[in-house]
């Protein structure tokens, strides 16, 4: 017999197991004065579609505990089955029939549970997803921030609403990622001190949605946050943060990434030794990671290519300039096509590693090449300061250089357009 897939789905998306959804039905009778009577066997009946049509009560406890309806979750009704009884004289019955429908259907309305669950908590997820294509193209910026508080804000609203707590801490949740991609946001245009409210606002949230991909997330921003403000001790505490987070354990993709940002902090210390052997640490745990893992859209931009750009930038900073510019390469022949802003970044990254050996005219051709990139999006703040660094650096190395002074107009005409 065909499993109820809806009910699959919607279980696989709320994080119930079969005891759980039938303790939170159950829940739910006890609360309206009924006896919880449902199973860990009762639910797997559902799942296997073996009952097809819970009695009015389950329903509305499975409504409530999803926030949509019976036939939503995959039930459908039998086919009606009419009784044989003896015909009465028409105004006694249609009389008889007017008054059962108001005793019964009208409090049945009067007493519909909050449609607050599941749904609500797909549909705002749906909306993150809008939000990180965008950044993938464009990068920060007010209206992308704007867009992510106000998805938060609409989550936390329904907090209010939902009647079970694993609904609510999935509402928790679904707002401290967007509370986490506005502080991205914000700390992408170089936004830094509406980064720090919102990543402490986001931090708060993951707590309470006991959500460690979220807390990994949000410790990641922190120590970006720290490297942008010169604090590369606290970046590198903050890397060691996401690296203790519980999704780390779970799954390597995230452990790579905490290692990978630990690492360039470290290399901001000046502390080669302890920056290869976090990338190492980055390596490995890539190395196990399975593709099949469904991930939030957030840590899609993270994977070998980018590995290999965050790479490129501990190399560059600990003094290995031409093996920076390698990896750099490698990168930017990976870097998936619609991450336009990663690929400029990485772009400059090159430049810069082959203004430290010296290749200045090679440099300056590959930074033109950043504006090209990004042609019809302003810059982010991030990618402004990475090429004031390449800038001040060419000067600093070539003040003479016509190429250098070339680049320099160009670089004064895009920074004043965007």
Known sequence: ???????????????????????????????????????????????????????????????AVFGCTAEELGF?????????????????????????????????????PSRVGTSDVIRL??????????????????????????????????VQQASFQ?????????????????????????????????????????????DPVVELRVWNSYAMLAHQRGLHTQAVDAGCAAQATAITRRDPLFASLAHARTAIGHSNLGDRTAALRSLGYAQEALGKTSSDEPRPSWIAFYGGSELTAMTAIVQDRIGDPSRAEAASHRALSS????????????????ALAQLHQRDT????????????????????????????????????????????QEWGDRFRSEWSRT
């Open 76 to 112: 459908r009704p039998p086919a009606a089955i009419l009784p044989t009884i003896e015909l009465e004289p028409p105004v006694r019955r249609r009389n008889f029939l007017t008054a059962t429908a108001v005793a019964v259907v009208a409090p049945a309305q009067d007493s519909r």
């Open 125 to 158: 997820r749906s909306g993150l997803d809008a939000l990180m294509a965008l950044d993938d193209k464009r990068g920060g910026h007010e209206g992308l921030e704007r867009s992510a508080l106000s998805g938060a804000d609409d989550a936390l609203d329904k």
């Open 166 to 210: 694993r609904i609510r801490q999935r509402l928790f949740s679904v707002a401290a990622d967007y509370t986490a991609t506005a502080a991205w946001s914000a700390l992408d245009a170089r936004q830094l001190e509406r980064t720090q409210r919102h990543l402490d606002r986001a931090l708060y949230l993951a707590g309470m949605a006991k």
């Open 1 to 63: 017999m065909e499993g109820n897939t809806s009910l699959i789905s919607a279980m696989r998306e709320a994080g119930f197991k079969q005891a759980e959804l039938a303790e939170a039905v159950n829940a739910h009778l006890r609360l309206h004065g009924t006896e919880g009577t449902v199973s860990d066997r009762t639910v797997r009946n559902w799942l296997t579609a073996k009952s097809r049509w819970p009695h009015q009560r389950q329903r509305e406890a499975l409504e």
């Open 361 to 404: 005219d090679q440099a300056c051709a590959t930074a033109s090449t950043v504006f090209d990139l990004m042609k019809g999006y302003p810059l982010p703040g991030r990618m402004r300061t990475l090429l004031g660094d390449f800038h001040r650096d060419l000067i600093t190395l070539a003040p003479d250089a016509r190429v250098a």
């Open 335 to 350: 870097i998936p096509k619609q991450f336009r802003r990663n690929r400029a970044l990485a772009t400059t990254r090159l």
